[in-house]
């Protein structure tokens, strides 16, 4: 079983950056792929974007390429998201999860665990 805690989300204007964590307790997480995954008041879940195990290998959706990066500490068990140029359209819950599939999934139903969730607001 692996618990998973977001933290880092907040306030912030547009144009400004926010550093996510996901801190893992439980189990080791070198062998899980991880994502973030955020939803907006009113919508569904969207995938934001994923590392492999080894952070090796990371994938983003293509409104947030190039603006967002994810990274990894499998000895600190932990999973960072680093927002840059943040848009008002980036405002939502932001979710932590972890995939023990074999490969990467960008898809929200491979994920076996998640976290609670860390609200982000850009404002305008």
């Known amino acids: 079983q692996v618990q998973l805690v977001e933290s880092g989300g907040g306030l912030v204007q547009a144009g400004g950056s926010l550093r996510l964590s996901c801190a893992a307790e ?3 997480i070198s ?3 991880m994502g ?3 939803q907006a008041p009113g919508q569904e879940r969207e995938f934001v974007a994923a590392i492999s195990w080894s952070g090796g ?3 983003y959706d293509d409104f947030v390429k190039g603006r967002f990066i994810i990274s990894r500490d499998n ?3 932990m999973m960072y998201l680093q927002m840059n140029s943040l848009t008002p359209e980036d405002t ?3 979710y932590c999860a972890a995939d023990t599939g074999l490969y990467v999934s960008t898809r929200l139903h491979d994920y076996d665990y998640w976290g609670q969730g860390t609200q982000v607001t850009v404002s305008s």
Do not use: E
Request: hydrophobic letters at 30%.
């Open 31 to 33: 062998t899980l792929s």
């Open 75 to 77: 000895a600190k068990k």
């Open 36 to 38: 973030w995954f955020r």
């Open 57 to 59: 290998n990371t994938y």
């Open 26 to 28: 439980g189990r080791s």
């Open 92 to 94: 939502g819950l932001y």
